[in-house]
């Protein structure tokens, strides 16, 4: 765990809980995601200038993340929330108030 970055050495001698080794193993195959897609990257660049066709991220190298859908919904209920919140910190920036912790 120490070694993908994913705790210190610190927690994980003296305060890592036996609950945690599941999540931390679930998180393990994230632990070198930004190479991964770096190097895809590379590849795709360098196999689409030289490829007539057009190629996808995807053709280069395919991770078991690509398969993986995230939530990005937003209820009308947070929307307002936010909104909100943004006119709050409008008026305390506009009145000079320093402390805009809501």
Not at 31 to 58: G, P
Not at 80 to 91: G, H, N, P, V
Request: proline share 1%; hydrophobic share 40%; glycine share 0%.
């Amino acid at each position: 765990m120490v070694q993908f970055k994913l705790v210190s050495l610190e927690y994980f001698m003296d305060e890592l809980q036996s609950w945690e080794v599941n999540e931390l193993l679930e998180c393990l195959k994230y632990a070198d995601q930004t190479s991964w897609e770096q190097t895809r990257w590379l590849m795709y660049v360098v196999a689409q200038v030289n490829s007539r066709k057009q190629l996808k991220l995807q053709d280069m190298m395919h991770f078991p993340w690509d398969d993986e859908k995230m939530d990005t919904t937003i209820s009308d209920a947070d929307i307002q929330r936010l909104k909100a919140r943004a006119k709050s910190i409008e008026r305390d920036l506009l009145n000079g108030k320093a402390d805009t912790q809501h």
